[in-house]
């Protein structure tokens, strides 16, 4: 389902890198920082979009790694957009299973 945000803000972000992420429960995991700070440590992107792939999964923007039991619950195929240098560098997520959760991220500017 289409929603409107969505609609509004196609065209005003430009994608210009990707990741995939995979973590098991026993370690929480964040955004590569290569791809959101330039060579010079400059903060470079304006918003992350990821998808769930496989497995349940939890993640924190506050600074504070998840656990299986703490943080915002994510089921595959949920969608996270994340907004604002604090949010997109203090990203953990973790699998709530014995599963692998992935996480495909898109970066842009």
């Known amino acids: 389902m289409k929603r409107?945000?969505?609609?509004?803000?196609?065209?005003?972000?430009?994608?210009?890198?990707?990741?995939?992420l995979t973590t098991t429960s026993g370690a929480a995991?964040?955004?590569?920082?290569?791809?959101?700070?330039n060579a010079t440590s400059e903060?470079?992107?304006a918003r992350v979009v990821c998808t769930?792939?496989?497995a349940g999964a939890r993640y924190r923007v506050d600074g504070t790694a998840?656990?299986?039991a703490?943080?915002?619950l994510l089921a595959a195929g949920d969608v996270v957009t994340?907004?604002?240098d604090a949010a997109i560098t203090n990203f953990n997520f973790i699998?709530?299973?014995?599963?692998?959760?992935?996480?495909?991220?898109t970066y842009e500017q």
């Open 29 to 37: 995991l964040g955004f590569t920082a290569a791809k959101y700070k």
């Open 4 to 20: 409107f945000m969505d609609e509004v803000s196609a065209g005003i972000f430009r994608p210009y890198a990707y990741e995939s």
């Open 95 to 105: 699998s709530t299973t014995s599963t692998n959760s992935v996480i495909k991220a």
């Open 70 to 72: 703490e943080g915002h």
């Open 52 to 54: 769930v792939e496989t």
């Open 82 to 84: 994340l907004i604002g």
């Open 43 to 45: 903060f470079i992107c």
């Open 66 to 68: 998840p656990t299986k």
